[in-house]
């Protein structure tokens, strides 16, 4: 069992539909990312948390330490949003600030 | 303001063969890290440099592979002599100092596609 799981693995939508990422993890963190891989292409840090919750545009990102889940949610969902999710940890403790580990990633596409 | 780059985007060579990769981070960031995502596997994390210096590469999967960052500035990893096992993408990130509000963001290449046959 990988030390973060990711779910679901696929996930398709029509376009406007509420989305929503799951990532639990079994580790003690000092943060957690939100990262976007669009096909054929590089890696986007989306969102960093370490508490609570962050907004930006249609991108939600909460989590909650004590249950060690984050959620990423995708409000009026798009074509353009299809990618994959993927979540990765910072262990609690680490002196390396970029030494993450890396949930398997969700599929997102979105239909027209 | 330039990205991330990484060289060669692709690449295919034969098992016993050798390959380097650079990774060219976003001038100025001291913290370099090194991650590859093999086949149908997530993305792990293979090391991590300061400026010149290796903080922590605890990631390395066994001495075939040889990171180095001379000077401070890009950062090279060899496969010799690579194997069948080694296939997948090689993913470069920097970052600057950490508590900087600059500093909690990670920027990540593009990936070098590595194949071996």
């Known amino acids: 069992k990988n030390e973060v799981e990711q779910s679901p693995q696929n996930l398709t939508a029509q376009e406007g539909e509420f989305i929503t990422i799951n990532c639990s993890y079994s580790v003690g963190i000092s943060a957690l990312h939100w990262l976007q891989q669009h096909p054929g292409g590089g890696i986007v840090s989306l969102f960093m948390?370490?508490?609570g919750k962050k907004k930006h545009g249609r991108l939600i990102a909460t989590i909650n330490i004590q249950e060690k889940h984050s959620s990423l949610h995708i409000t009026a969902s798009h074509p353009r949003d299809s990618a994959v999710y993927i979540c990765a940890v910072r262990s609690a403790g680490g002196t390396s600030y970029g030494k993450l580990t890396f949930g398997q990633g969700t599929i997102l596409t979105v239909h027209p | 303001e330039a990205g991330v780059t990484q060289f060669p985007s692709h690449s295919v060579i034969e098992k016993g063969q050798t390959v380097t990769l650079r990774c060219d981070p976003i001038?100025?960031?001291?913290?370099l890290y090194w991650y590859r995502r093999v086949m149908g596997k997530e993305i792990k994390f293979l090391l991590h440099f300061v400026k010149e210096s290796k903080q922590d590469e605890s990631g390395m999967p066994n001495n075939r592979f040889l990171a180095e960052r001379t000077g401070g500035t890009y950062s090279t990893l060899k496969v010799q002599p690579a194997e069948l096992e080694d296939s997948g993408v090689y993913f470069c990130?920097?970052?600057?100092?950490?508590?900087?509000?600059?500093?909690?963001?990670?920027?990540f290449g593009e990936g070098s596609w590595l194949t071996v046959v």
């Open positions: 990130a920097s970052s600057d100092t950490p508590g900087l509000s600059s500093g909690n963001t990670i920027y």
């Open positions: 948390l370490s508490s």
């Open positions: 001038s100025g960031h001291d913290n």
